[in-house]
């Protein structure tokens, strides 16, 4: 495949990452970034890689909806919403669409610079391979720094996990894949772990008369 076709799906799976929000933000970005990241994880590491981080993308689609499925039969508990805003309100400036929309536009920029500059393993800096992985590890980065509620760090951290994990294929090739496999895991994990505390807390808690 070639390299702009790889650059191309990966931006895409950045834009979905960087965009998603609401309750099933987790499951969207994991999906799309296995999705964009999977033909360059074939191309670093094998066929063997790709359908680990496609497990991973559809483990991450599942885990969340599952989780808050099973969360949903259980009786709600006051808590933290995931997607209530903290420390700002919902049309606060710490992280609305529009500002890392911006930021990632800087992001494509400094992934650009980083292909061509950085070199990985064995990987010659100069044929920027590195753009795939560099992007979408800035975009989860982005909803970090930005982030307003607990969801929008799930997502976040979600993200990060493919990155590192498909970066980490590019570094080895098909040798480090059960290390890289436990680092993709935690996709999943925490798409899992958001589905659950959304399903148990955002409901309100029954009142229980005297």
């Known amino acids: 495949m070639s390299q702009p076709l790889l650059d191309l799906l990966a931006f895409a799976a950045g834009a979905v990452a960087v965009l998603a929000d609401r309750r099933w933000a987790v499951a969207a970005a994991s999906a799309a970034v296995a999705l964009g990241l999977a033909p360059a994880a074939a ?33 709600a508990r006051p808590g933290l919403d995931p997607l209530q805003p903290v420390g700002a309100s919902g049309a606060g ?12 536009l800087v992001a494509l920029v400094a992934a650009s610079w980083v292909s061509f500059n ?12 590195l753009f795939p992985v560099a992007f979408v590890f800035l975009c989860g980065v982005l909803r970090i720094l930005l982030a307003r509620n607990l969801s929008d760090l799930a ?6 996990a493919l990155a590192v994990g498909v970066g980490w294929l590019l570094r080895g090739g098909g040798a480090p894949l059960p290390d890289t ?20 807390h955002r409901r309100p808690a029954p009142v229980v008369s005297p």
């Open 43 to 75: 191309v670093y590491g094998g066929g063997w890689a790709a359908l680990v981080v496609l497990g991973a993308g559809a483990a991450g689609a599942l885990a969340g909806p599952l989780a808050a499925l099973i969360g949903d039969r259980l009786p």
């Open 93 to 104: 400036l710490f992280g609305p669409r529009s500002v890392r929309v911006t930021a990632s």
């Open 118 to 129: 950085v070199p990985v393993g064995s990987v010659a800096a100069v044929q920027g391979v």
């Open 155 to 160: 997502v976040g951290m979600a993200v990060i």
């Open 181 to 200: 496999t436990g680092v993709i895991a935690i996709a999943p994990c925490v798409s899992a772990i958001d589905g659950w505390r959304g399903s148990r």
